[in-house]
């Protein structure tokens, strides 16, 4: 019997009283997920449906549905009440399989597979991938004649696979459990406890995890317990009162360094230097708000659990980068995507940062300490980007009532304003402005969304609003902090970010994707990128919607470092006839703009060209017939 996880099983039982389709972006919400965590969601729950012979019906743009009879879905939910086994996916097979390898001198197929509940034959049909994939860590599989697999690399190697391992959210508490209940492991749990208190009482502080360092250090134990030490030549070294410490545990003087890097890298309620020390940390956090609140006004107190947050996570990232403890942030994309302004600005504020301090952050690092200053960032310009929202009914008085009654329940954080006839809806808009119209009557408007609903709001009506106007407040922030944050860049011209040749004016094109792969044309025949990045951009679209539409009407794509890009560029498609972009929350775009980074000590050009081209003087320039690429290049800011 197959079964899905708890959240998995939440959705499910969402899904079974829906009369309609439900878009991923409103399971997301729904569920507190990223749209990537549901869509992983999504497939392991079809392939549960699947082997119970039924399926979940998806459309494009719509999103899922259990299109079950009644008997069908009384079926399923029985079902969820008896599974009793984990399924797993692909890429988490393989994260149980590298955990299973850290943890023993040597495994068989047979129990691989076991572990993964999936036979040997499906493990064995994986292993090409898992194998490259411990290559980028410079770690291989030996195949051991007689006893089995063997996971073989530098000391220091594995251990950072471990660390990897256990910094990523798919299979966490499967693995934690293997790694709990591995003997060896569970045999030095009294000495990590031992060094973790003495380190606390030592520090006068508190780990914020205490089951993760302690099973760090158990892990460490093991492997010297079991010969595996490390070389005397590379560790970060460490002089404080920590190597004290664990000098009464450990007597090589690279595992001592070793150790107390791990130690100082991981979270603690406050620093675990002495007061006397200087804390980097809390000089930087401090940096990163005072840039931030150039752009916007930040109020320090009442944010200051999570500035203090966002302090505790660049204290352990400095040890990490000085330590070269690299960790994988399963959010990189989903970030560089999602908030993409805030990422490049970010990016740009960590460059400052490495000149001054000496200390490099990579991307990973990066993206989580993009995610503290969105969230800071973000509820400081909660009130300011509330969006007004007019009522239209023409059904009397008591129906225009309960309709604005539960729109201002609904949506607290909005301005409600009407109800509103339909004769008097033009004399109102001419005075007013209104980012969106819910209407209970049919009705359009040529520059305001409208969204028609039933006169008593039904659920469907709700989410659809919600949907909306969670995108609407997002370009809205976007809009506000491109105009906070042109104030301190110098002027330019798009002429300072394209080349001529890289602009092109189309009348029209058949689909958003193809207007990506036209715009990345001129680049692909120079060189400047491969074709996997063109369809890497595509994906990005694919999986995370149109965040990317920053400005009105444009879209600003791109992909990582690693999916094919050989140097800084960008370039333009303007397109005469607008085209729908993305398969859900789709929106209206005239133009596409390709981006690239490939050495990030080089400014991205996203932030000014999206300042420039959000500008409602150029775009309009932009929508004119007789716009040409010399017109498109002295557009500026």
């Given at each position: ?104 001198e040597t495994t068989t197929f047979q129990e691989l597979a076991e572990v993964c509940l999936v036979s040997k034959q499906t493990v064995i049909n994986q292993f ?18 007689g006893r089995g697999l063997h996971l073989k690399g530098e000391e220091k190697s594995i251990r950072f696979q471990f660390l990897e391992l256990l910094g990523m ?469």
């Amino acid at each position: 019997m197959i079964t899905v996880s708890k959240r998995q099983k939440e959705i499910v039982e969402y899904l079974i009283k829906q009369t309609d389709y439900v878009t991923i972006c409103d399971i997301a919400m729904k569920f507190s997920i990223s749209d990537r965590t549901c869509r992983n969601d999504l497939s392991s729950i079809g392939t549960f449906l699947k082997e119970s012979g039924l399926s979940l019906s998806r459309k494009t743009g719509k999103g899922v549905f259990l299109n079950c009879t009644p008997e069908e879905k009384r079926k399923i939910s029985e079902l969820l009440k008896t599974a009793d086994t984990r399924f797993y996916n692909r890429r988490e097979r393989e994260n149980l399989v590298i955990a299973l390898l850290l943890i023993s001198e040597t495994t068989t197929f047979q129990e691989l597979a076991e572990v993964c509940l999936v036979s040997k034959q499906t493990v064995i049909n994986q292993f090409d991938s898992l194998e490259q994939r411990l290559r980028r860590n410079t770690l291989a599989i030996e195949k051991v004649p007689g006893r089995g697999l063997h996971l073989k690399g530098e000391e220091k190697s594995i251990r950072f696979q471990f660390l990897e391992l256990l910094g990523m959210e798919l299979c966490k508490e499967e693995i934690y459990s293997l790694f709990s209940e591995d003997k060896s492991i569970q045999t030095n749990f009294p000495t990590a406890t031992a060094i973790v208190n003495d380190v606390q009482e030592l520090k006068k502080i508190q780990f914020v995890d205490f089951k993760r360092i302690q099973l760090i250090l158990s892990y460490i134990l093991s492997r010297i317990e079991n010969g595996h030490s490390l070389r005397k030549n590379w560790v970060y070294k460490d002089d404080s009162d920590l190597k004290e410490v664990i000098e009464k545990y450990i007597s090589t003087d690279s595992e001592q360094y070793f150790i107390c890097s791990l130690i100082q890298a991981e979270r603690t309620n406050q620093p675990i230097l002495n007061m006397s020390t200087r804390d980097e940390a809390q000089m930087i956090s401090q940096e990163l708000i005072s840039s931030l609140a150039q752009v916007y006004p930040i109020e320090r107190d009442s944010l200051r659990e999570i500035i203090d947050g966002l302090t505790v996570h660049l204290r352990a990232a400095i040890y990490r980068s000085r330590s070269k403890i690299h960790i994988r942030n399963e959010l990189l994309n989903e970030v560089k995507m999602s908030v993409s302004l805030m990422f490049e600005f970010t990016l740009h504020e960590m460059c400052k940062v490495e000149e001054k301090y000496g200390i490099v952050f990579d991307e990973n690092e990066i993206a989580y300490i993009a995610m503290y200053l969105t969230s800071i960032y973000e509820t400081s310009i909660k009130e300011t980007v509330s969006l007004d929202i007019l009522i239209i009914c023409s059904y009397g008085v008591a129906t225009s009532a309960v309709l604005k009654l539960r729109l201002e329940r609904a949506l607290p954080d909005c301005n409600i304003w009407g109800p509103c006839s339909l004769s008097g809806v033009d004399e109102y808009l001419q005075a007013n402005k209104i980012d969106l119209i819910v209407s209970a009557n049919d009705y359009t408007h040529d520059h305001i969304p409208v969204i028609v609903v039933e006169p008593l709001l039904t659920q469907k009506d709700l989410e659809q609003i919600r949907q909306k106007l969670y995108h609407d407040s997002y370009s809205l922030m976007c809009s506000t902090f491109l105009k906070s944050y042109s104030l301190q860049v110098d002027r330019h011209c798009i002429g300072s970010y394209i080349s001529p040749q890289d602009i092109q004016i189309l009348d029209v094109c058949d689909s958003w994707n193809e207007a990506i792969r036209i715009a990345s044309s001129p680049l692909l025949k120079k060189g400047d990128i491969e074709q996997r990045y063109i369809e890497e951009m595509i994906n990005a679209v694919r999986n995370y919607g149109t965040y990317m539409v920053l400005t009105p009407e444009i879209a600003y794509v791109h992909a990582g470092v690693n999916d094919g890009i050989h140097r800084n560029y960008s370039a333009l498609l303007l397109l005469k006839k607008p085209v729908i972009f993305g398969n859900f929350n789709k929106k209206k775009i005239c133009a596409v703009v390709v981006l690239g980074i490939n050495n990030r000590k080089e400014d991205s050009d996203l932030l000014n060209l999206a300042y420039i081209l959000g500008k409602e003087e150029n775009l309009k320039r932009l929508k004119e017939k007789d716009i040409t690429i010399k017109d498109i290049l002295e557009l500026h800011d």
